[in-house]
C-alpha cells in the first residue's frame, strides 16, 4: 500500500461514530487537498476488506453520492450511529469534522480526542 493511501486508510478509521467527513477532507488530512478522488478509489478498493467506517464519508455537498442499495445501506449504517439527514438529502454541518490548515499537521488522535468511555 501507498504512503499516501495509508494515509487516507488511518483517517477515515479515525472518523468517531456520529461524526462525518467529506472525500476532499479525509484527502487534506491524508496529506493531499487534491486528491478527493483518490479518497474514493480507495474506499471502493479498501473499504470492506480493511474495515472502514466507509459510510462516515460523503461528498462535498454533505450528501450520499451513491446510488440505490448502496446509498440506502449507507443510510442505514448511519441511522444505526444515530445520524439522519435533513432537508434534501444534506447532512448537518455540525456533524462533520472540520479541517483546518493546522489540523492537516497535527496527530489524529488531537483531531478525533478519545471519548473517556472509549479509553477504558
Not at 30 to 38: D, E, F, L, P, W
Not at 56 to 66: D, K, Q
Not at 69 to 98: I, N
Request: aromatic share 4%; net charge negative; hydrophobic share 40%.
Amino acid at each position: 500500500m501507498l504512503p499516501f493511501t495509508a494515509r487516507i486508510v488511518e483517517v477515515i478509521r479515525s472518523i468517531p461514530e456520529g461524526r462525518l467527513m467529506t472525500y476532499g477532507s479525509v484527502a487534506a488530512m491524508a496529506g493531499n487537498r487534491r486528491a478527493a478522488r483518490q479518497v474514493v478509489r480507495a474506499l471502493h478498493s479498501l473499504g470492506e476488506s480493511h474495515g472502514l467506517p466507509w459510510h462516515r464519508v460523503m461528498n462535498s455537498e454533505r450528501r450520499i453520492s451513491l446510488p440505490g442499495d448502496h446509498g440506502e445501506l449507507q443510510l442505514g449504517l448511519l441511522a444505526a450511529e444515530g445520524v439522519e439527514p435533513g432537508v434534501g438529502g444534506r447532512f448537518d454541518s455540525a456533524l462533520f469534522v472540520e479541517v483546518s490548515e493546522g489540523s492537516i499537521e497535527q496527530p489524529l488522535e488531537q483531531v478525533f480526542p478519545v471519548q473517556e468511555e472509549e479509553q477504558r
